[in-house]
């Protein structure tokens, strides 16, 4: 039997702290409503801090004629409503008038706990604020300083302090994209999110075979294996072990829900049996265009009383995943060992993909009861409907694979 392919896992996404991609992001009509209520909101404060500069400003003024009236407090007034308007201009300048036609937008990641400070810094270095001191005060005299959220802000070059101190309180959370593959355990799929989420792997595990849990997800079985199903899923950054193993399941059961298995099938083997011969049919197919003739053996097999024969069923039961298995681990007395022992094997081996699922329910009718793979690159199987068939082909590849290497040896001397 045949190997499946390793599969590589998805890219980590970038470490914690501040990035920037500049690029166009596609409009949220609910962000669009609630950073217009923003907006509103932010103009009002606007009037209001208006009227607060103004009224200083008369106050100053007042203050300064009055003292310009005395000829000995003129060159002390004149300072005083220089350096007061020089403030006054500077203040409104980094809060109220951004600068520059550029109206790019930009995207920050804010991490857990990140100081204001580097939040303002940054801005400023993007040319979304004047000042990061400005920035810090507005903040702090709104006291909204503390609201701010880990999460993805969206604010464009030129927004100024006002705005964008209101988007930083429109933080939204950050979608990660995790693709698990076919053919993987429990065990294995709980390591390859740990790739790329961080998760706790045990409870991850200890979850998909707690019996309470499994009920709670409405599967009938002893565990989860099999039923996490392979997919690309768009996940928030502080998504819950829970949540994840939930989205899983329940995409194997609307995938399911798809598929209606054959009149002969349906009333001889079980949902969860059909399962557990899907994962097999993954395990053991290289090539997803094999998957409904690999299917209709193991019926074959499965109705004539003949073991299945699946390597992959002896390697789960060993949990040797890689590598020769010897005559010992053949032998092995496991339930899981379908050398030995004829029928399914107790529970699925992984987590079958749908493409395995529908060839479970639909096999290819075909008389083969056995195969072999070529072991040519193709991964490709060669399939017969006697046992001496298919122990011609094995010859012929064995054969055919001793010639290769003593040309390719021959040739490197």
């Known amino acids: 039997m045949c190997p499946r392919r390793n599969h590589r896992p998805p890219p980590r996404p970038s470490g914690a702290g501040v990035i920037f991609h500049r690029k166009k992001v596609n409009s949220d009509p609910v962000m669009t409503r609630s950073l217009f209520r923003y907006f509103i909101r932010l103009y009002l404060n606007g009037i209001i801090f208006i009227l607060f500069i103004a009224g200083y400003v008369i106050f100053f003024t007042v203050k300064v004629f009055r003292l310009m009236q005395r000829r000995k407090w003129m060159p002390v007034a004149a300072a005083v409503f220089i350096a007061v308007a020089a403030a006054l201009v500077f203040t409104g300048r980094a809060l109220l008038f951004p600068f520059g ?33 400005a920035l810090i005060l507005w903040m702090r005299m709104k006291k909204t300083e503390r ?9 464009e070059r030129g927004d100024g302090v006002i705005r964008a101190g209101a988007k930083l309180l429109q933080s939204r959370p950050i979608e ?6 076919e053919g993987l355990t429990i065990e294995q799929t709980a390591r390859h999110i740990s790739r790329t989420i961080a998760i706790d792997t045990a409870r991850f595990i200890a979850l998909c075979y707690d019996s ?40 194997h059961q609307s995938v399911w829900s798809t598929l209606s298995p054959r009149p002969d099938i349906a009333g001889k083997i079980s949902p969860h049996q059909l399962v557990i011969l899907a994962s097999i049919v993954e395990r ?13 053996v193991f019926h074959n097999r499965l109705r004539r009383g003949v073991p299945l024969g699946a390597d992959p069923t002896v390697r789960y039961a060993l949990k040797k995943f ?3 298995l010897r005559v010992s681990e053949l032998n092995s ?51 017969s409907e006697t046992s001496a068939q298919h122990e011609r082909k094995k010859r012929e ?4 694979n001793e010639l290769q290497l003593r040309r390719k040896t021959s040739g490197e001397n």
């Open 147 to 155: 609201t701010i959220q880990a999460g993805l802000v969206i604010v």
């Open 397 to 400: 590849i064995r054969r055919r």
């Open 284 to 296: 053991e197919a290289t090539l997803l265009s094999e998957q409904p003739h690999i299917a209709g």
């Open 101 to 133: 036609s550029d109206r790019r937008p930009v995207e920050l990641v804010i991490a857990p706990k990140m100081p204001l400070r580097a939040i303002a810094d940054t801005l400023k270095r993007q040319q979304v604020i004047r000042s990061s001191r």
């Open 212 to 251: 309470a849990f499994i009920a709670q997800c409405d599967v009938a079985a002893a565990s989860l294996e099999g039923y996490l199903f392979p997919d690309t899923y768009r996940l928030h950054e502080e998504v819950t072990v829970t949540d994840i193993i939930r989205r899983m399941v329940a995409k």
């Open 322 to 324: 890689g590598g020769p």
């Open 333 to 383: 007395p496991s339930p899981y060992n379908t050398r030995r022992f004829t029928g399914l094997p107790p529970g699925p081996i992984c987590s079958p993909g749908k493409g395995a699922l529908a060839a479970a329910v639909q096999p290819l009718e075909t008389k083969d009861l056995y195969f072999v793979a070529k072991w040519d690159g193709s991964g490709g199987h060669d399939f």
């Open 176 to 181: 990660i994209s995790l693709m698990v593959p």
